[in-house]
């Protein structure tokens, strides 16, 4: 019994360890580190279409990988960044940018979360103000007839 576990326990060492002989490193996608980190940087500000809550740098969905792999050819084509990125959003709206801009599509976007937390520090204060003019014995827990 306890050699077939300990022969169990092999085959799964051997096997988990078969991946990393086979691992090989990625390569550079680019010749020209250069190149390679603008096209990250623009990647890092993209939104991916399909995760939607990564940018397609960090993404691994084919949409990603493929426009990644567009971002590079303008890139190598002499695009700006800026001419990148109106390009993307001209094709895909401006929830591809990571970073929207402000205008009124997406002022929710940008006034929102500020507006949510002064409502609820509003309400708290509300709620504080009121239970500090109610008396004391409003706050005893009630007595329960219980017959154990």
Not at 68 to 91: C, F, N, P, S
Not at 125 to 142: G, W
Request: with cysteine; aromatic share 8%.
């Amino acid at each position: 019994m306890a050699n077939r576990f300990l022969q169990t326990i092999l085959a799964f060492v051997a096997a988990c360890s078969m991946g990393a002989a086979w691992a090989n490193e990625a390569a550079p996608a680019s010749a020209d580190p250069a190149l390679e980190a603008r096209m990250m940087a623009i990647s890092s500000e993209l939104r991916c279409l399909v995760c939607q809550n990564q940018t397609i740098a960090d993404s691994h969905a084919e949409l990603a990988v493929d426009l990644r792999a567009q971002v590079r050819e303008m890139l190598q084509a002499g695009k700006t960044d800026a001419q990148i990125t109106d390009y993307m959003t001209a094709r895909y709206g401006d929830f591809v940018l990571y970073r929207p801009p402000f205008k009124a599509l997406t002022a929710l976007l940008w006034i929102g979360p500020g507006a949510m937390v002064l409502i609820g520090l509003g309400a708290l204060f509300v709620v504080l103000r009121r239970r500090s003019r109610m008396a004391a014995d409003q706050f005893e827990p009630e007595e329960s007839d219980s017959t154990t």
